[in-house]
């Protein structure tokens, strides 16, 4: 999001193209979560026909100071930012709006026409920024509420280290808080606690006099030089860590060094373990957290092949039965051609058993026996004048056919 160095950039341009000029026309956008507290239209109102005497900045805040109140002041939020046309302003990478856009942009949340002609947009690409109409802008929150300007107010250095000793929390999530000094954002910490070689996680209060003196220095020189520059990130030394701390873990280097990334605060830190290394208790207190966190995935990783071992084992045992049940399966119907087998029908007529262990196919044998009674083929009977040859014949080609009740003979 813009920090100071962007917003420094912004009130300059305005300070330098608009003040002393009156507003003629004035557009706000119907949207409410940007425009906060006033209504559009009495927002447009407020500031045509009032003459800019001033440009003002804390922080990360900006307003417009007027011939008579009240003021227009911005909250950058994520991606804030001004623009004047046919002014070359600084184009922060998550705010930059293309020149060939129509003007004013579709993103713009407040545009302004001046009696010279000139014309200058605050636009908002992801609407986290605030426009509001204040009396005192300085009076009220949130400006009311940050710490000293880290530029224009940053405390001298004996007081600066006695306000560090009296802090307990890491020394990245303090640079952070607004009340505390006003301006620092994500990037420009992890800057400066690299410029002094302080490890983002290291205790505010246990930070050596030496390193407190060495941060004063670098958060002056890192705010001046952005700000020379007009927060042009192309224009910043080759060998700040900004260039790369937006990039993969294990692609992100400095200098040749590997950089590394660490939550603090809620906010992704990127900084140089080979440079920026814990300190007294800190350092101790990360040994033994990271002893801990060895232990419990080396206890983890123990788990985790017994496990495996009672896995295999059960695996084992399982193909074990599964192997037996198959057997088994095998064996039914081998058992069952044997009960096929017991079960052959008895002859019929006078068939003798030699004639039915000639006559049976071995396939007839392999089928379990049907329920029923074998019948003889229909054919002449011995009282129609059969021979005993037939009668054999006659045997031997007689079929399983369904039980059926049996029939009384005519009379």
């Not at 039915?356 to 329920?371: I, M, S, T, V, Y």
């Amino acid at each position: 999001m813009p920090e100071l160095p962007e917003v420094e950039a912004a009130r300059l341009a305005l300070e330098e193209h608009c003040v002393g000029k009156r507003i003629v026309r004035c557009s706000a956008a119907e949207d409410t979560k940007v425009i906060d507290g006033v209504a559009p239209s009495r927002l447009e109102a407020a500031l045509v026909g009032r003459t800019i005497a001033a440009a003002r900045r804390k922080g990360k805040n900006l307003w417009l100071v007027l011939d008579s109140p009240p003021s227009p002041s911005f909250q950058f939020g994520m991606a804030g930012a001004i623009y004047i046309k046919g002014v070359e302003l600084s184009k922060y990478k998550r705010s930059a709006v293309s020149p060939t856009e129509e003007w004013p942009s579709k993103y713009s949340k407040l545009f302004v026409e001046l009696d010279d002609g000139l014309e200058f947009s605050f636009t908002d690409k992801r609407r986290f920024a605030k426009i509001r109409l204040l009396d005192n802008p300085e009076a009220v929150p949130p400006i009311s509420e940050l710490g000293p300007d880290a530029l224009c107010e940053l405390m001298q250095l004996d007081d600066f280290v006695q306000s560090f000793g009296r802090k307990n929390a890491p020394i990245k999530s303090l640079l952070l808080d607004q009340s505390f000094m006003s301006g620092i954002g994500n990037w420009m910490a992890d800057e400066v606690l690299y410029q002094a070689r302080i490890h983002p996680m290291q205790t505010s209060s246990k930070i050596s006099k030496e390193k407190c003196k060495a941060l004063h220095r670098c958060i002056k020189e890192v705010i001046e030089k952005s700000v020379e520059v007009g927060a042009d990130s192309n224009e910043f030394p080759e060998n700040w860590i900004f260039h790369s701390r937006e990039k993969k873990p294990g692609e992100a280097f400095v200098d040749g060094r590997k950089i590394d990334f660490v939550t603090v605060g809620g906010r992704t830190s990127a900084y140089v373990p080979e440079l920026q290394m814990l300190d007294g208790a800190d350092a101790a207190a990360a040994n033994r957290s990271k002893k801990g966190r060895d232990k419990a995935e080396e206890n983890v990783g123990k788990t985790s092949k017994k496990g495996q071992k009672a896995a295999l084992k059960e695996g084992g045992k399982a193909a074990q039965k599964t192997a037996v049940d198959e057997e088994e399966e095998d064996d039914k119907p081998a058992k069952r051609r044997a009960k096929g087998a017991k079960a052959l029908p008895k002859k019929v007529g006078n068939t003798r058993a030699d004639d039915h262990e000639e006559g049976e196919d071995e396939d007839e044998e392999l089928k379990p026996a049907k329920r029923g009674r074998k019948r003889p083929a229909k054919g002449p009977s011995k009282k129609e004048g059969c021979s005993s040859d037939d009668e054999d014949l006659a045997g031997k080609e007689e079929t399983v056919v369904a039980a059926k009740r049996p029939q009384r003979k005519k009379r």
